[in-house]
């Protein structure tokens, strides 16, 4: 995979990555003697570089909550490799792999399930800077102020449980949490999808700045394109288990080159009520993610789609470090493409 | 002068659908009744699709609550306030004529197609009900339920019609709890965050849905949304709520463009915009407001950036700031009309 | 501290305290009175609740003798006050050791699941297919009577409950993110299960444990009875009904006022645990 950006060894590196999982071991699959299996991601491949922020966009169902808790390791791939620095963590075992943990933390979407109910912000704040060593014992008060200060919450929210706080303060909470042991990535799974809008701004402000100050790579995963748009340099888009385009921020929202994400913009909602569509973007539903379609699999839903995307489609290098996962990529924006390429856009003042 | 007479009729056919005014429901806490909705007026005219847009706490599903009186009475009352569908009040109507209006005159669509359709009863059955509950025939409700089903897009009816809602995706759920309010051909249709719990390829798929039934059928829709680019796409006029109240109100295009609360402008300036990149947002500091405990004056004075002193006195009542278009801000003819919209968001 | 934390700190206590249901303030002072009265009832009284005074047989309530004496002349009051104290450690000793190896193996049992968890709960189903009482009544009869007895045969068979119930606990807690967080975070096993989950787990095992506390009494009561608990002339409720029963048209008083203490421990204890339901599920809903 092409990134693009770094000559220099990747900070993550996933690989061919699938993961499936079990449908229901009830009675009734028993009797069937067929495990039915759910193929939540398929073949992915990325790479991260050090200090970029790589935003993951998909609707419910595409894969990327479980791609993020590959990455964390609260599951295991049942195929292909994730290495961090080059290292596969899931070969580490016992006190090393806990030791490991630190570097990858994660922010997790519904901050009302996120923070143990029966703890205080200040001892759920300070038990990772103990369990680690990351400061001296006397210094864990210290540390925790620190890490309130810098997340924007009052430092008298320590004595406080979960249960006291909003829900954009708890949020602030777990971005705390995550960044208190020191993490050199921190993958931040729909962190702002529960917000109020006005605090969904406030968070993405933050961590905007946490990003631009601590140099932390991060993997931001949102079903909101205009939200992953604004936070990164990088964006994959996902469906039905497999990343079906790879661009830089700017250039996928100009000149996208898979059916998808062109559907995935056009269904947002514009706040401009000027620009107005009568027919939705994308026709049709989501199919079962236990039996996907075979070749590509947007094909049942795609406007493009003809008798050859029932075979695997390939992936189109459409310039350095885009590509999208489509028979017809070349086609699918070419104008706008043509338009997003400054070399190919007349200057400003030539026009009439 | 000869076209008065057309212009008076034009006038009275233009006379709104549903009239609410002075709404005002409490709400029963530990520590006393909290105002959820506060003195609430609006009006939908006919075939229009009207926005109420708040953050949570804000009041907007109580509003629509209220009108339809589908509240919790245990902990919620309607203390003031009138609430007109063409000529009933329908605050003074008994709990056995509301539930007469329910259905045929005023429908309604909740967030949560899965908790909003009863799991052991086929859809068929589900949409129909309503029907025969109102005294429509056994074949004759079959045949209207078929037919609203096609009418909000559920592909093969007739199998759909004996399937059960967990066999039917979120979307077609969504279509099948429409048809459910559909069905009695109602004036006009609640929708409280119907597109929330939607993946936004389906949320769009039902917002066109919508549209078009309005255009079809002509009738009225109230859309409860967080969501300022849903209002943006479907909505003719457009309420803002903060805090129990409506603090602006006027055309969507009129409000987009030039907001003239410092909240609408707070709001829209908090997206993250397609194409952008990155910038700040400029953030609305705090939080959405905790209604027990509001500050004295306007709700949102401790969140403005334009707050004065004599925003502290009293509650601003909606006032004229252009043609249909009102706001609730002592200091609203101060704010410039935004030429470009929201020219600071440029990088 | 701050004064003002200190004062926040307070104000939260009280407000706390002002929330706290009714069924759990009264549970909580029943109880307590129940304790003092089993601490301190013997010391106070310092009379041999077992002497034998035959001239005294069966006189009815007077003021000598406030709620009567039984057929060797013992004083009743006396008697259900020494009581209360066995009965009290008949409830606590059959069900703490219960409680914890049911929580210990239902917690290890959810946590990890696979073979153990498949162990454990067939086990458990096991024991389950057996009537309680049945079974407990079987297990004193194979090891002989007496209250350590008692207390082995409720721990054999009483843990299948505990575990049963803390292990659904914690199959639903542990998907919870913070449980996640603290995996990613790097924690070890242990400290998840005793500083993340059983916090969160531990509140429906002690609301059972409430119930479970009054049934156990009973048990206690019945099994000295039938003579397989606390012997006679011990003063313990069970057995009192037991020797009062040949008199109870012309004495009943001598079953009535030890049948009354039960009931209200019984009630005491299902207040607390009523109480403590209440005050779980406010604290849930948030």
Known sequence: MTSGLSTTQPILAVEHVSKTFPVSQGFLSTLQLRRERLHAVTDVSFELAQGETFGLVGESGCGKSTLARLIVQLHRPDSGRILFRGVDRSGLSGAARRKARPQIQMVFQDPYSSLNPRMSIGSALAEPLRVHHIVAGAEVGAEVTRLLDRVGLPRGVADRFPRELSGGQRQRVGIARALSVRPELVVADEAVSGLDVSIRAQVLDLLADLHDELGLTVLFISHDLSVVEFLSDRVGVMYLGRLVELAPARELFAAPGHPYTVGLMAAIPSIDPAVRTATAAVRGELPSPIHPPSGCVFRTRCPLAQAICATPPPQVQLRPGHWAACHFATDVNATARARADPAATPPADALP | ?347 | MTGASVARARSSLWLTFRDLPSSLTVGLILVGLIVLVALVGPILLSTDPTALHLEDALLPPSTAHFLGTDNFGRDVLVRIIYGASTDLQIGLFCVVPPMIIGATLGGLAGFYGGWLDIILMRLADVVVAFPFFVLVIAIVAVLGPGLTNMYIAVAIVGWTAYARLIRGEVLVAKQADYVNAARVLGYRDGRILLRHLLPNVAGQALVFATSDFVLDILLGSSLGFLGLGARAPAPEWGVMIADGRNFITQAAWTTAFPGLAIVIVALAFSLLGDGLADVLRVEDRR
């Open chain 2, 1 to 347: 002068m000869t076209d008065i007479a057309p212009v008076a009729q034009a006038r009275a056919s233009a006379a709104p659908v549903l009239t609410v005014a002075g709404l005002t429901t409490l709400y029963k806490t530990r520590r006393g009744e909290v105002t959820a909705v506060d003195n609430l007026d609006l009006a939908v005219q006919g075939s229009e699709i009207f926005g109420l847009v708040g953050e949570s706490g804000s009041g907007k599903s109580t509003a629509i609550r209220s009108i339809i009186r589908l509240l919790p009475k245990s902990s919620a009352r309607i203390a003031a306030g009138s609430v007109r569908l063409g000529e009933i009040d329908l605050l003074a109507l008994s709990e056995a004529e509301m539930r007469r209006v329910r259905g045929a005159r005023m429908g309604m669509v909740f967030q949560d197609p899965m908790t909003s359709l009863n799991p052991v009863m086929t859809v068929g059955e589900q949409i129909g009900e309503s029907l025969r509950y109102h005294g429509v025939g056994r074949t004759e409700a079959r045949s209207r339920t078929l037919e609203t089903m096609s009418l909000v897009g559920i592909p093969e009816v007739s199998r759909r019609y004996g399937a059960h809602p967990h066999e039917l995706s979120g979307g077609l759920r969504q279509r099948v709890a429409i048809a459910m309010a559909l069905v009695g051909s109602p004036e006009i249709l609640l929708a409280d965050e119907p597109t929330t719990a939607l993946d936004v390829t389906i949320q769009d798929q039902i917002l066109k849905l919508l549209v078009s039934l309005r255009d079809e059928l002509g009738m009225s829709v109230i859309l409860v949304t967080h969501d300022l680019g849903v209002v943006a796409q479907t909505c003719q006029r457009v309420a803002v709520m903060y805090a129990g109240s409506i603090v602006e109100v006027g055309p969507v295009k009129t409000v987009f463009a030039n907001p003239a609360h410092p909240y609408t402008r707070g709001l829209l300036a908090s997206l993250p915009r397609m194409g952008e990149g990155r910038r700040r947002l400029r953030v609305i500091a705090g939080s959405p407001p905790d209604i027990g405990a509001l500050p004295s004056g306007c709700p949102f004075r401790d969140r403005c950036p334009m707050a004065i002193a004599a925003c502290a006195e009293v509650r601003p009542l909606l006032e004229a700031h252009g043609p249909d278009h009102r706001v609730a801000c002592i200091r609203h003819a101060e704010l410039v009309p935004l030429a470009e919209p929201l020219p600071e968001a440029l990088p």
